[in-house]
T-cell receptor, first 113, second 110 residues
Framework: DGGITQSPKYLFRKEGQNVTLSCEQNLNHDAMYWYRQDPGQGLRLIYYSQIVNDFQKGDIAEGYSVSREKKESFPLTVTSAQKNPTAFYLC????????????FGSGTRLTVV | QKEVEQDPGPLSVPEGAIVSLNCTYSNSAFQYFMWYRQYSRKGPELLMYTYSSGNKEDGRFTAQVDKSSKYISLFIRDSQPSDSATYLCAMVKNNNDMRFGAGTRLTVKP
């Protein structure tokens, strides 16, 4: 089955630690996205990538980094510079230039301990 | 002011009720409108997609767009407990510039 796989489902981070969230898709989609979801705030765009080896900052990129070395993969690193990282993180993909919506993964819940 | 406004609820209705979910937006550049359904601890799934003003029906779901009023709605007929979820409106200004509402949490009680 085609889809997006996010791992891990739950992740715990200590203060000052970097962590990486995985996102893999087998839909042959060109564009991939990372969103952060907090209660009552909807989805906020962190980073997006429309082609391999290229990515753009979204609305809340500070404290995050990404890479896009392969079409199928778009990992997100939450760095120690992100002061409030506890949230639900969602990865999505779409056909480039396609306005019919995104396919989302099942999300990663990150908690700072 | 947020570009997309959506009442977060929560909204609780009895089984069989008609549910009305709404979003307003401020930027007339939005051209494509979507509704996503998100179950607890899951990713959103695309429920309905519309482009022009008017109604679009799919089974028990009807999506309505009024571009003159900058207002979109999702109606659920004969609501079921399995419809209990958070419903997110989303809209696109240009290619892949998608903005989401905050989501409305709906509970349908048996």
């Amino acid at each position: 089955d085609g889809g997006i796989t996010q791992s891990p489902k739950y992740l715990f981070r200590k203060e000052g630690q970097n962590v990486t969230l995985s996102c893999e898709q087998n839909l042959n989609h060109d564009a991939m996205y990372w969103y952060r979801q907090d209660p009552g705030q909807g989805l906020r765009l962190i980073y997006y990538s429309q082609i391999v080896n290229d990515f753009q900052k979204g609305d809340i990129a500070e404290g995050y980094s990404v890479s896009r070395e392969k079409k199928e993969s778009f990992p997100l690193t939450v760095t120690s510079a992100q002061k409030n990282p506890t949230a639900f993180y969602l990865c999505a993909s779409s056909i480039q230039g396609f306005n019919y919506g995104y396919t989302f993964g099942s999300g990663t819940r990150l908690t700072v301990v | 002011q947020k570009e997309v406004e959506q009442d977060p609820g929560p909204l609780s209705v009895p089984e069989g009720a008609i549910v009305s979910l709404n979003c307003t937006y401020s930027n007339s550049a939005f051209q494509y409108f979507m509704w996503y359904r998100q179950y607890s601890r899951k990713g959103p799934e695309l429920l309905m997609y519309t482009y022009s003003s008017g109604n679009k029906e799919d089974g028990r779901f009807t999506a309505q767009v009024d571009k003159s009023s900058k207002y979109i709605s999702l109606f659920i007929r004969d609501s079921q407990p399995s419809d209990s979820a958070t419903y997110l409106c989303a809209m696109v200004k240009n290619n892949n510039d998608m903005r989401f509402g905050a989501g409305t949490r709906l509970t349908v009680k048996p």
